[in-house]
């Protein structure tokens, strides 16, 4: 069974940056893609960025520029950096990996991130 544990959430003024990193139980040389999601409250859960297995990135439109996802295989992590952070980043956020072979997604339990002052 594979987990996925998020750290480095937390509250930070706007302007500020915060770094989560995703922790998996497993080798990500078998995820084909892995990525951020956030969700704040009564919206839906949305992407914010994904990293394929060859370091393909693709960003949300609201977090370009500001924001930054990297993997490192042999920590088996997968890190966002978010500078410049904004209110209307505050959400909960989540790390997903896919699965080459079952195609099954996994999630993690997701991470509070609080911008304000």
């Known amino acids: 069974q594979v987990q996925l544990v998020e750290s480095g959430g937390g509250l930070v003024q706007p302007g500020g940056s915060l770094r989560l990193s995703c922790a998996a139980s497993?080798?990500?040389?078998?995820?084909?893609?892995m990525g951020w999601y956030r969700q704040a409250p009564g919206k839906q859960r949305e992407l914010v960025a994904t990293i394929t297995s060859g370091s393909g990135t693709n960003y949300a439109d609201s977090v370009m520029g500001r924001f930054t996802i990297s993997r490192d295989a042999a920590k088996r992590t997968v890190d966002l950096q978010m500078n410049s952070l904004k209110p209307e980043d505050t959400a909960v956020y989540y790390c997903n990996a896919g699965d080459r072979i079952s195609r099954l997604d996994y999630w993690g339990q997701g991470t509070q991130v609080t911008v304000s002052s």
């Open positions: 497993q080798s990500i040389f078998r995820f084909y893609v």
